[in-house]
């Protein structure tokens, strides 16, 4: 009979890092270094921030305030009528090494339609323009 020698063997766990695809209003994908500190998304992003918005007439208000060129995200969560702005680092007033920002940090601002049940583009426009002034545009 043939003895058998076992040797060890060693599993290397590998930490799997999945990359959070993002998309602007033309829903064409952008880099995710562009909008978290550090260059990676944090845990949980895809879950609790949703999916872009994908109703065309929400689009064009976005577009409106927000220059398409400048790829500010708009989000819309799962479950809810609230909307996300995702602003560029480059454009972000509060992100950055100054404020000791922990990795995978982002600028973003929420738009919540609760109350009325349902947006309105005139409501969003008006929310929407409130959050320029968060903006810098220095870096264009």
Known sequence: MEEIKKEEVKVKKEKVVK??????????????AD??????????FDGTCGLPVDREDL?????????????FLFYKQKDKEV???????KYSTM??????????DFQKHAIS????????LDTL???????????K????
């Not at 909008?35 to 949980?44: N, R």
């Not at 689009?59 to 790829?71: H, I, Q």
């Open 137 to 140: 545009y220095t870096d264009r």
């Open 35 to 44: 909008y978290f500190f550090g260059g990676h998304a944090p845990a949980g």
């Open 113 to 120: 339609f609760l109350n009325e049940g349902s947006v309105n």
């Open 125 to 135: 426009r008006a929310k929407l323009a409130r959050i320029v002034k968060f903006v």
């Open 95 to 104: 992100i950055g090494d100054y404020n000791n920002s922990l990795e995978g």
């Open 19 to 32: 990359a959070t695809i993002l998309k602007n209003t033309a829903l064409k994908e952008v880099p995710e």
């Open 59 to 71: 689009r064009m208000v976005f577009d409106k305030v927000f220059a398409p060129a400048d790829n």
């Open 83 to 89: 909307y996300l702005v995702i602003v560029p680092i």
